[in-house]
């Protein structure tokens, strides 16, 4: 556990960690202030979709025997690796099957209460039936992103600044960070890999995974084109951020079958890890 504090001088730091039912499993005794402290857990629970484990630490601060402040945040165990052939969790291949969600609530503004956050991640998985979510227009909240951790929901935050992957890189539901700008994100948070979304084909590529903005149906009624006519590194994995930007219909019928088409063309690309369709909810303005 590493973190830092001001006027720390004299003081002391505890920790505890908490199971999910509120029992605790782990601690560190009392002993003066340092920067980071270790605590062994035994028989940990790893974090996945099927069975999203959280764990919660208390981080104490005292100082003459008198609680100065506390500090808790949920936490995962689990591993995250990308490959040619696919995005592996905890060793285990899982297939992206995800959609863009770009909040919209012209009423509210930034008031969104903490309940709506929470069901958008619901409905994502729950009833649209994705397996992860892409932020690619916005910073995903702090309660959006809780309730992804806990029904297990994979997503995928856009980010500018490092301040933001501070924030966030300890939900274990985000298993790469979108880049926008000049950030070293291995630095800040090596467990993950990084990506970087295009509109244009053969980029350089800095990043750890090719992530393309694929629209070829729109224009060809082709699912999708294939890594080898977009890619600028074969050796890198290949991400579709987006597919079918005008995949909007009037009869239902007819747009669930387009998304089917693409869908299954994408499925048939092996070295394709995964896509996002390209909105969660259709926005119509006046």
Known sequence: VEYTGIHTEGCQVAAEVADENGIYIASFPVEDYRDHI????????????????????????????????????????????????????????????????????????????????????????????????????????????????????????????????????????????????????????????????????KAPLEEDVYAYNDHKYTTTHIGCESKSDITSDMNKPYLIASYEQSIITKNPLSHALRHAYVLNTIRSKKDIVGSYGPLMCDITQD
């Open 38 to 201: 270790s605590l062994q857990m035994l028989d940990a629970l790893l974090w996945d979709q099927a069975h999203p484990h959280l764990y919660t630490l208390h981080l104490y601060l005292l100082k003459e025997g008198h609680l100065c402040d506390e500090h808790r945040i949920r936490f995962g165990f689990r591993s995250i690796e990308i490959r040619n052939t696919g995005v592996y969790l905890n060793s285990k291949k899982v297939r992206i099957r995800g959609v863009n969600r770009k909040p919209y609530y012209p009423l509210l503004n930034e008031s969104v209460p903490k309940r709506t956050e929470r069901t958008e991640a619901d409905i994502i998985k729950r009833e649209i039936g994705c397996n992860s979510v892409i932020t690619a227009d916005s910073i995903p909240s702090q309660d959006f992103l809780d309730r992804c951790d806990e029904i297990g929901l994979l997503v995928l935050p856009t980010v500018s600044d490092e301040e933001t992957i501070i924030q966030y890189r300890n939900h274990p539901s985000i298993y790469m960070w979108n880049i926008e700008g000049s950030i070293n994100a291995h630095q800040l948070d090596p467990t993950r890999p990084t990506t970087h979304i295009f509109d244009t084909k």
